[in-house]
């Protein structure tokens, strides 16, 4: 199938004119292709793990050991989605707490279109590389197996992105991500 703009055009969920490299907080959600369950299951109100679902979570630690400018905040593997916290921060900004958290946030959304910097250090890229990363592990731990029946896609196209204005929002949002276990039968992404 060809490309179509009149049926294939998607309609952007980011805020316009809002540059996505610059320092901030970001509470990102990624789907598994039609919300299967990859990454293993809820037991008790805990997550289990099993071997996709630990490529997944060593994969977002790994992010920020490779990009020297972000740094994982809280973060939740679930059965078929992930809830995490990316804080860009090119080290100009950023109060820490005691415990070494982070406190506040570091910018807001601008009121006018920003200039963007380097496309490549972007939520966008950030996302595309742990969706690739992860893909690929999976796909070279399936063949090794000899398993030729892998889904087409590991991950939905796009993914969920809330970018974090205050401290208040920072703490709920951690909050809601540690415990997103406990309360996965009430949950949006819930499927049995």
């Known amino acids: 199938m060809t490309?179509?703009?009149?049926?294939?055009?998607?309609?952007?969920?980011?805020?316009?004119?809002?540059?996505?490299s610059q320092n901030g907080a970001y509470f990102i959600t990624i789907c598994v292709q039609d919300r299967k369950h990859l990454f293993g299951k809820i037991v008790n109100g805990e997550m289990r793990l099993n071997q996709f679902g630990v490529i997944a979570r060593d994969e977002w630690v790994k992010t920020s050991e490779m990009r020297k400018n972000i740094e994982m905040d809280e973060f939740v593997i679930m059965p078929n989605h992930m809830h995490g916290i990316i804080v860009i921060d090119d080290g100009d900004g950023g109060d820490r707490g005691v415990d070494g958290r982070r406190r506040g946030v570091l910018q807001y959304a601008p009121a006018e279109p920003a200039k963007f910097q380097s496309p490549s250090q972007t939520i966008g890229a950030i996302i595309r590389g742990y969706?690739?990363?992860v893909t690929k592990q999976i796909n070279t731990?399936?063949?090794?197996?000899?398993?030729?029946?892998?889904?087409?896609?590991?991950?939905?196209?796009?993914y969920y992105e809330h970018v974090i204005r205050?401290?208040?929002s920072l703490n709920k949002i951690r909050e809601y991500i540690l415990s997103n276990p406990l309360n996965w039968k009430e949950d949006d992404y819930y499927l049995e």
Do not use: T
């Open 131 to 133: 969706k690739g990363a």
């Open 166 to 168: 205050n401290e208040i």
């Open 141 to 158: 731990l399936q063949i090794n197996a000899g398993v030729y029946n892998m889904p087409e896609r590991i991950w939905q196209k796009n």
């Open 3 to 20: 490309y179509d703009p009149k049926i294939h055009h998607r309609r952007s969920i980011r805020l316009k004119g809002y540059d996505y």
